[in-house]
């Protein structure tokens, strides 16, 4: 298997490329159409918290059953999901039905089936590939994302002005066709004695918690974790923000809020191709200090720049963008180094619903942010924490030997009788 895992990696990012590109392309099509049908920025909200909430709660019980279940039938039944309740909206939209409450329930569902598929893929990679080509891999995903981060706003414009919004969303399905289609033409190995239901509450609950147990259980990769997630509390709140600082410090308008968000994909895509071609050698836990004080730098930077400092804000973006894509790549490889294949599913959903509940609460907290302390120095304060995060992980010795550790074994228990 791990002898052909170029054709069979090519074979899936061909699928997710166009999903991701359908997807993006619709979620903001599906932004614009609210924007000019409401011109409320709580509604906008909403739809995002619609969007994550879902993932983020159930993240910890849907990684069990990607661990227990075929990863590669999990994949397709996600997408499949996702797919049925994209149609069912263009269905409501097309005839008529446009209650907001229609609109953040399908997107909540939504979510429910990216809740499934992303851990899954995630936790399939290290069985598909030799353990020393998974940074490379991490890279050309997140310059898969990146691409469709770039070209998907330019195509949801473009249809959105061309088409009906019921007929935007069939793109996605076409996506979701694509994406099946691929994963059908190639075999994804589970991990021995896995592919299994759990037996009952108390087992799903004690999957959970040997999850939590293989990240806690290794020292280095604990905080690895806890600083991760303390970098994303303070980077969501920002990441609100940035429309705002565009329009209200910057004084730019439309085509300056579209240029940063195509800044912003260029950098993680010059991030995803740079590892994508070469494989560093260094300490991977150094890199991901290092991309956290970089990140933080063009964050406070922006802060504190003039109202004629639009240009340098443009650099700092994509600067920002850049070292974002390195970070996540390079953080997932060594979670796929690091933990048990057959506990990938796990400790990839636990992290991502975690990571997740600071965008609801960033976007919760954006009129009293903005309002309150100021946008520039919302920048300049959490900006400057995320650079501080970054130079405290130097100081952690169970954090700096990490990448030179071996994999943390832990044994799984038999199915628990309720």
């Not at 166009?18 to 392309?25: K, P």
Request: hydrophobic share 55%; with cysteine.
């Amino acid at each position: 298997m791990k002898q052909a895992w170029k054709r069979t990696f090519a074979i899936i990012w061909t699928g997710q490329f166009m999903s991701l590109l359908s997807s993006s392309a619709v979620n903001f099509a599906i932004i614009i159409w609210l924007s000019l049908e409401t011109g409320s920025a709580e509604v906008l909200a909403f739809a995002a918290i619609a969007t994550f909430l879902p993932q983020a709660l159930i993240g910890p019980f849907a990684g069990v059953y990607i661990d227990r279940w075929d990863r590669k039938t999990v994949m397709i039944a996600a997408d499949g999901f996702i797919a049925v309740c994209t149609l069912a909206m263009s269905l409501l939209f097309y005839f008529g039905h446009f209650e907001l409450i229609f609109i953040y329930l399908l997107l909540g569902l939504r979510s429910v089936g990216s809740a499934f598929h992303m851990p899954a893929m995630q936790a399939s990679v290290p069985l598909l590939a030799p353990e020393t080509e998974l940074l490379r891999i991490a890279g050309i995903n997140q310059a898969i994302q990146s691409v469709s981060s770039i070209a998907g706003p330019a195509l949801g414009a473009l249809a959105i002005g061309l088409m009906d919004i019921q007929q935007v969303l069939l793109l996605d399905v076409a996506g979701a066709v694509v994406a099946i289609s691929s994963l059908l033409l190639v075999k994804i190995p589970n991990p021995e004695n896995e592919a299994q239901a759990p037996g009952g509450v108390r087992q799903v609950l004690r999957d959970i918690a040997i999850g939590v147990n293989a990240v806690t259980a290794n020292k280095g990769l604990a905080y690895m974790f806890l600083f991760s997630i303390l970098a994303t509390f303070c980077i969501m709140p920002v990441a609100v923000l940035f429309p705002l600082l565009t329009l209200q410090h910057f004084g730019g308008g439309k085509f300056e809020m579209s240029l940063i968000e195509v800044v912003w994909g260029i950098g993680m895509l010059a991030g995803g191709g740079l590892l994508g071609i070469f494989k560093p050698t260094i300490n991977k836990v150094i890199i991901i200090n290092c991309m956290h004080i970089m990140l933080g730098v063009s964050l406070a930077a922006s802060g504190i720049l003039p109202a004629s400092g639009f240009v340098l804000f443009v650099v700092l973006t994509t600067l920002g963008g850049l070292s974002a894509s390195i970070y996540h790549a390079t953080f997932t490889t060594i979670i796929q180094e690091q933990v048990n294949p057959a506990m990938l599913g796990r400790v990839f959903s636990m992290f991502f619903s975690i990571a997740l509940l600071p965008s609801i609460i960033g976007l919760l907290s954006t009129g009293f942010i903005a309002d309150y302390i100021g946008i520039s120095q919302t920048f300049m304060i959490l900006g400057s924490l995320v650079g501080v995060i970054g130079i405290v992980s130097f100081m952690v010795p169970e954090l700096m030997k990490l990448d030179i550790r071996k994999k943390t074994a832990v044994e799984e228990p038999a199915p628990m009788e309720d």
